[in-house]
Each structure stands twice: as structure tokens, then as C-alpha cells.
């Protein structure tokens, strides 16, 4: 299974591409503009990315230019136009796409193309575990990610509950672990938990209380809250790294 997105101002082409790359069993969505490119951007990343070259309000070699340097995509980036063949190979020498599919080919042989690409990708890095700190104390923000950095851990951190809903709301960002303290300004590190275990879609967040409270008081939160430990801040950093 492969994420391709098809941006082109033709409906009829966009409808005919994406049905036929969903049938050969590929996850495909359309986009006849830049709006709606941002929109397809925003559910996640895809795989390789078919730009149509001539469009009202761009050409497809800006269009590559704003996916790269303004939306960062890794994906595979493809002119995918009616032109003759050899402008279009001029043209991804000059916008550094990937490569070109011409649209006289036809819907197979374009679905044939885009697979072929699929399988040699190459593979995947590993991906980093996330761990999100919430802590209203900047020094002790500070102190942990500088120390979660280099133990090779990517770190996100909010000094309230506020902005830890919105990086954990964001799939790109979502943590894999949330160090919480407890006792934070407005809503606190146990109505935090409380969310994050109430909710479905974060059943992958294992959430660790950080905080100087007793034993006693803690283990209460971690078993109403549904947390799934506790640590005192003292020793946050031999517990984190057993996890």
C-alpha cells in the first residue's frame, strides 16, 4: 500500500487516476487546487506526488517549489503532463522532480508507472520516539529536553495543558510518551491525563506523571487518571530510558 496524491485541474482526469490507482490497491486522493493540495497535506504524508504541469494558478514546476521549500514533503514529486516527452524531461531537469509520466500514456500505464516507483522506494528510516514534556517550570523544560535530545529521543514541549492537546491533536507530532507533571496553572497534569486516556485515538500514548508529590498521592492520580506510571523528577531519566 502506497499515499499518492494527484494535483490536477482537470476533474476527469483527477477522477479517472485516482480510481485507478485505488483499484490496483493503492490509498489515492485528488487535489485541483491549492487549497485543497494544503487539505490532502494535512491528513498525512504521502508517498509520491503527481503534479500536472500547466494549471491556472501555477505552473507545475512552482507547484514542486512550494511542496519542497514551503510544505517540506518527502515524497516522490512527478510531472505528469501532455507535453511533448522530451519538454517534459527538460522541465525535470530544471524543477528537480523525480521524474516524469506522460498523460498520452494512458491510465494503465501511468497506475504501472507509479507502482513500479512504489516498490523501489527505498525503505523507511526507523522513526524516532517521541516524548512530549508538559511542565509550566521553563528550567526544568529545559534541563530534560536538552538531556532527551542527546540520548537520541525527538522532544516536544508545552508549558501548559493547552499547548500539549494541540501537539498531541497533530498526527505529525503525536508523542509515543508524555511526561506530565502534575501540578500545572489552569488545567493540571491529572485532567490532561484524564483526556488523553479517555480518548481512542491517543491508545498508543503511554502517559508518565513527573512530579515532586508524595508516593501516596500519586499512585491515586495514576490509578483515577489512568496514567500509566509515576517518577519523581529527581529520577525521570533512568525511568524514561527503561521504557
Do not use: W
Not at 490507482?21 to 491549492?34: H, I, P, T, W, Y
Not at 516498490?119 to 514534556?133: D, I
Not at 495543558?161 to 496553572?185: E, F, G, S, Y
Amino acid at each position: 500500500m502506497g499515499r499518492v496524491l494527484i494535483i490536477d485541474d482537470s476533474p476527469i482526469q483527477l477522477g479517472l487516476l485516482t480510481t485507478a490507482l485505488k483499484a490496483a490497491g493503492l490509498e489515492a486522493a485528488g487535489a485541483a487546487q491549492l487549497a485543497q493540495v494544503d487539505a490532502q497535506l494535512a491528513t498525512g504524508p504521502f508517498d509520491l506526488i503527481l503534479v500536472d504541469v500547466n494549471m491556472p494558478e501555477m505552473f507545475g514546476d512552482d507547484v514542486l517549489e512550494f511542496l519542497r521549500e514551503q510544505r517540506h514533503v518527502k515524497a516522490q514529486l512527478f510531472l505528469h503532463s501532455d507535453l511533448p516527452e522530451a519538454e517534459l524531461a527538460r522541465r525535470v531537469q530544471v524543477s528537480r522532480a523525480d521524474g516524469y509520466i506522460p498523460k498520452a500514456a494512458g491510465v494503465e500505464a501511468c497506475v504501472a508507472k507509479v507502482q513500479e516507483r512504489l516498490r523501489a522506494r527505498p525503505a523507511p528510516a526507523a522513526r524516532k520516539r517521541r516524548v512530549l514534556l508538559v511542565d509550566d517550570s521553563f528550567t526544568t523544560l529545559a534541563v530534560l529536553e536538552a538531556e532527551l535530545l542527546e540520548k537520541g529521543f525527538e522532544v516536544f514541549t508545552a508549558d501548559s495543558a493547552d499547548k500539549a492537546t494541540k501537539i498531541i491533536l497533530k498526527k505529525q507530532t503525536r508523542p509515543d510518551l508524555v511526561l506530565l507533571d502534575v501540578r500545572m496553572p489552569n488545567v493540571n497534569g491529572e485532567q490532561l491525563c484524564r483526556f488523553i486516556k479517555g480518548n481512542t485515538l491517543f491508545a498508543g500514548i503511554k502517559v508518565l506523571l513527573c512530579s515532586s508529590e508524595s508516593n501516596e498521592e500519586l499512585q491515586r492520580i495514576c490509578k483515577e487518571a489512568g496514567a500509566d506510571g509515576f517518577v519523581s523528577k529527581d529520577s525521570v531519566l533512568n525511568k524514561l530510558l527503561q521504557l
